[in-house]
């Protein structure tokens, strides 16, 4: 039995998606109700820093996606930033893997990582990203408290790998 390029395209779509609507509605939306206070007040910080700053560019891809900052996360948005990967489901499973690689073993990046495993098309673009982690500098001790003043540009020069 064949299946369509656009059938394949489909059946990708959906599992994206299901992949999205756990890390949404399990994850992120619970958190940001039970942390509403801490977020805005967190959020407010990093709005008012200056422009081309961590913290500024932080805001706004937080607001661009929806999100708000959630404590002990807000590090892990600002890989998002640093490293250049977006915020869909794909994406969050790239960087995962780019993380696991550069020694990240927690639970919530192999829980997120193990979601990749529904994607046997891309395991090759996951190990991919693996392997720059594992050659790429050590980027899990960031935390946007230390850097929030810091250049973005700077930022990505020092740690992002192409």
């Not at 600002?78 to 927690?106: C, D, P, V």
């Not at 991919?128 to 810091?150: Q, S, Y």
């Amino acid at each position: 039995m064949f299946v369509t390029i656009t059938e394949f395209k489909s059946r990708l779509k959906i599992r994206a998606r299901f992949v999205e609507l756990l890390k949404v509605h399990l994850v992120i939306k619970p958190l940001q109700i039970v942390f509403k206070k801490y977020s805005n007040k967190q959020l407010k910080v990093l709005e008012s820093k200056d422009r081309g700053t961590v913290g500024k560019d932080l805001s706004q891809i937080l607001k661009e996606n929806q999100l708000t900052i959630i404590p002990r996360f807000e590090d892990h948005d600002l890989k998002h930033l640093i490293l250049g990967y977006g915020m869909t489901s794909m994406e969050e499973i790239r960087m995962q893997a780019y993380l696991f690689g550069n020694g990240n073993w927690s639970p919530f990046c192999l829980v997120f990582l193990a979601t990749g495993l529904i994607f046997p098309e891309e395991w090759k673009s996951f190990y991919a990203e693996f392997k720059k982690g594992r050659t790429g500098p050590n980027i899990l001790h960031l935390r946007v408290v230390d850097c929030m003043d810091e250049s973005t540009e700077e930022m990505i020069r020092r740690y992002r790998r192409v």
